[in-house]
């Protein structure tokens, strides 16, 4: 178990895992290490090791919570609105 995680550190800093930047934006960047097959999501501090075929199970999730919140936050915007109007008949 520990040799394990000893060989994945050491796999994490040789010379032959090259790394290409896949995307980077405002929030942060992934990199994929083509020696380890690892995506790696790095925000701000944080860095994230994902498989690289996780990556679009990844995109689903972020894109259907985005989808989500925006629907939630109509849906509140819209009662707030009904709530004033309410308010308003008195
Ligand atoms: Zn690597």
Known sequence: MEKNNQ???AMNNEP???????SKNEIGR???????SVA???IGAISL????SALNSLKMLLADAATRLTLYQQEQAVYSKQTAINYNVH
Do not use: A, H, K, P
């Open 7 to 9: 060989q994945e550190l």
């Open 16 to 22: 032959s895992c090259s790394r290409v930047l896949l």
């Open 30 to 36: 992934i990199v994929f290490c083509e020696g380890c």
């Open 40 to 42: 790696e999501l790095e």
């Open 49 to 52: 090791r994902i498989e690289g």
